[in-house]
């Protein structure tokens, strides 16, 4: 379905023609036009669906077409970080260009002057605000904030939040908003949190669930079946001929990203590390020069799994294998964006091939396991069942050393 064909403003289309936006994804078409009926909403859908558009146009067309006053809040958007909440104030401002609608982001960080700004535009009135809970919060607590005449209310990434100890935060939040108002979730998975949550803050919402895709064909899948001591030794094979494009390393918490990071340096790679112990000054620094190429690798933790837009990343590692299947496809989909090629690598340590099978169930096939190089000794068998037997046959199409600009290959 294109966007011409939703009840969506002239403005609305004008600015989607600008950006080059023209056929709408599944939870887009299904989304759109509930939320545009007012009802309340449920969407379960991954990040990289389009779901951040899905809800942004119709709430854009809505503000636009009501004329809801210029001096209050009227919509929230909450997010469980601040790379994401950054991420949809700039696709509100791309998608709100030819209208007169304004927002705000209201996120964490250490510059007094960032706070002071996103007090001002709190208390003059911003039709949109974007905000992560505990900053909304710091807000709120200082009395100035008036909540009461919000006609929408959305939850992106409510999983997400609620997995980071936010249920409370929003609860906070909701006791501030008028019970007249339309309530949108966003999540990439529903389980019985999600479900409480709903059940107390919307009003006989529609659920819209769209089933977990597999990740893109394009994506050239493989893992290293390894020690944990292996590891590190295995990405000094991969980049030791070429220096790496820009790789995107997952690691399973923030120590454990500290600690490849130091080692990486040690191998003298051009490498930045992000993980919730950074600073906001520093976490948009690393960002940014990763984004422009000037730090070749990145390691982080989930938190950059979901919702961060990067376009040319040519290869993903999962230093450790994620915990569920949706992570993995999250943790990938980082890859072969934008018609691009892109390759994901997995390392699966004896204690992790259970987990890695269930995500190969999941994917309903068997991701080819390369051989460790020889020169780091007897890799483990992979025996998911026992974590002990099993073979590794075959042979991987692609070169040894990776170095982003080749993927050939096809899964």
């Known amino acids: 379905m294109k966007f011409s064909e ?21 939870v887009q078409e299904h989304a759109i036009p509930i939320i545009l009926e007012g009802k309340d909403l449920i969407a ?66 250490n510059d007094g002057s960032l706070f002071e700004q996103q007090r001002r ?56 908003l008028p019970k007249e108002r339309q309530t949108i979730m966003f999540s990439a998975t529903m389980p019985a949190n999600i479900q409480k949550l709903a059940n107390n803050i919307m009003n006989n919402p529609v659920e819209v669930k769209l089933a977990v895709s597999k990740p893109a064909e394009k994506i050239v899948q493989a893992a290293y079946v390894c020690y944990e001591n292996q590891k590190l030794g295995i990405i000094q094979s991969l980049f030791s001929d070429q220096v ?25 790679l051009n490498v930045g590390e992000m993980h919730s112990d950074l600073d906001q000054t520093h976490r ?6 990763f984004k422009n190429g000037r730090i070749n690798i990145l390691v982080a933790t989930d938190i950059v799994s979901r919702g961060i837009d990067i376009d040319d990343i040519r290869l993903v590692i999962n230093y450790d294998v994620p915990h569920d299947s949706e992570d993995y496809v999250h943790r990938i989909g980082r890859t072969a964006r934008a018609n691009n090629d892109g390759v994901a690598i997995t390392f699966i340590n004896d204690k992790e091939q259970s987990a890695f099978k269930t995500i190969e169930t999941f994917l309903d096939k ?28 075959g042979s991987f199409k692609g070169k040894k050393n990776y170095s982003g600009r080749s993927s050939k290959g096809r899964d």
């Open 244 to 268: 790496p494009e820009k790789v995107l390393i997952f690691a399973s918490s923030k120590l454990k990203v500290k600690e490849v990071t130091k080692s990486l340096k040690r191998m003298k």
């Open 44 to 109: 379960v859908a991954q990040t990289g669906t389009g779901k951040t558009a899905a809800y942004l146009l119709p709430i854009i067309n809505q503000l636009s077409q009501k004329k809801l006053p210029e001096d209050a809040i009227n919509c929230i958007v909450m997010s469980p970080t601040r790379e994401l909440a950054q991420q949809i104030d700039q696709q509100m401002e791309g998608f709100s260009y030819f209208m007169p609608v304004s927002s705000v982001a209201v996120y964490g960080g």
């Open 121 to 176: 535009g709190l208390t003059l009135g911003a039709d949109v605000v974007v905000a992560t809970p505990g900053r909304l919060l710091s807000h709120l607590s200082l009395g100035y904030v008036d909540l009461s005449r919000v006609s929408y209310f959305v939850l992106d990434e409510a999983d997400r939040m609620l997995d980071m100890g936010f249920y409370d935060d929003i609860m906070q939040v909701v006791k501030q």
């Open 6 to 26: 939703l009840n969506l403003d002239d403005s609305v289309l004008q600015a989607l023609d600008a950006m080059n936006f023209d056929e709408c994804t599944p």
């Open 366 to 393: 068997t991701v080819y396991k390369i051989p460790v190089p020889a020169e780091l000794g007897e890799a483990p068998e992979y025996s998911p069942r026992s974590n002990k037997g099993g073979s590794r046959k």
């Open 284 to 289: 948009e620094l690393i960002m940014h020069e």
